[in-house]
C-alpha cells in the first residue's frame, strides 16, 4: 500500500506561481511513475505531468514551459512549480503513483494505482 498526500493549492491571481508537493509513504519502494493529474469542474480528469524514477518527464501541452515536475526519491516526494498561472489552470489537482511498472513514462490514467486526496488551485484573473 502506498499513501499520496498532497499540499500547496490554494488562491492566487493569473501570473503568479504555486509549487505543489505530494509525499509519498508506505511500501514507496515499489514506486515507478509519479505523476500530477487535474480535474476542473464539468471536466474529465486530465494528465498534467509525469516523472519516472529515472527524470524522465511528460507534459501536457498545455502546460509546456510553464510547469516543471520534479521528484526527490530520497524523500519520496514529487513536487509540481507552476509558474504563470493561468485561470483555465483552476482545477483539483492529484497526485498519482503507479508501482512495479518499471521505467517507462505513464501517460495514462490506468497505470497509476494510488491517487493523494486532492488540492484545489484556483487562478483568479
Known amino acids: 500500500q502506498v499513501q499520496l498526500v498532497e499540499s500547496g493549492g490554494g488562491l492566487v491571481q493569473a501570473g503568479d506561481s504555486l509549487r505543489l508537493s505530494c509525499a509519498a509513504s508506505g511500501d514507496t519502494i515499489c514506486i515507478s511513475a509519479m505523476g500530477w493529474y487535474r480535474q476542473a469542474p464539468g471536466k474529465e480528469r486530465e494528465l498534467v505531468a509525469t516523472t519516472t524514477t529515472g527524470g524522465s518527464t511528460y507534459y501536457a501541452d498545455s502546460v509546456k514551459g510553464r510547469f516543471t515536475i520534479s521528484r526527490d526519491n530520497a524523500k519520496n516526494t514529487v513536487y509540481l512549480q507552476m509558474n504563470s498561472l493561468k485561470p483555465e489552470d483552476t482545477a483539483v489537482y492529484y497526485c498519482?503513483?503507479?508501482?512495479?511498472?518499471?521505467?517507462?513514462?505513464?501517460?495514462?490514467?490506468?497505470?497509476?494505482?494510488?491517487w493523494g486526496q486532492g488540492t484545489q488551485v484556483t487562478v483568479s484573473s
Open positions: 498519482a503513483a503507479d508501482v512495479f511498472s518499471g521505467p517507462s513514462i505513464a501517460t495514462t490514467m490506468e497505470r497509476y494505482d494510488y
